[in-house]
């Protein structure tokens, strides 16, 4: 089990070093087809830092499979609703599109503030 701390950190480098804990790259026992990552408990998750313009002008796009079905989300408006969603979709699509990445997903748990479920595992 790993404890990563989001406030003020990069997005998209603090989805790399999750990404690869989950993939269990950090390990000698590395095996690119197996499951052999570890859990990742993520807290401040809404305080990610987006560099640049990307409040404003990033956008998520995603399509229904039907004719015109494309649809734009501004990344300021995913915050505003939900701000763990912005770190976990920047993991998800740093993952292999494979059967692996949904039991990989399943052992990230983010958190938006401070406090988490999981202090047993880490003592505090």
């Known amino acids: 089990w790993h404890h990563l701390d989001a406030n003020g950190q990069t997005l998209g480098?603090?989805?790399?070093?999750?990404?690869?804990?989950?993939?269990?790259?950090?390990?000698?026992?590395?095996?690119?087809?197996?499951?052999c990552g570890d859990f990742v408990v993520v807290t401040n998750a809404a305080k990610?830092?987006?560099?640049?313009?990307?409040?404003?002008?990033?956008?998520?796009?995603?399509?229904?499979?039907?004719?015109?079905?494309?649809?734009?989300?501004?990344?300021?408006?995913v915050l505003e609703n939900n701000p763990t969603r912005v770190l976990e979709l920047a993991v998800k699509r740093m993952?292999?599109?494979?059967?692996?990445?949904?039991?990989r997903m399943k052992r990230l748990r983010l958190f938006a503030g401070e406090a988490h479920d999981f202090t047993q595992r880490f003592g505090k």
Do not use: C, W
């Open 48 to 77: 990610v830092k987006l560099t640049g313009k990307k409040l404003e002008q990033k956008v998520y796009f995603s399509h229904s499979g039907y004719a015109k079905g494309g649809k734009e989300t501004p990344v300021k408006r």
């Open 95 to 103: 993952l292999d599109e494979n059967k692996l990445r949904a039991p």
């Open 13 to 35: 480098r603090l989805a790399s070093k999750i990404a690869v804990l989950l993939m269990g790259k950090h390990k000698k026992t590395y095996t690119p087809n197996m499951d």
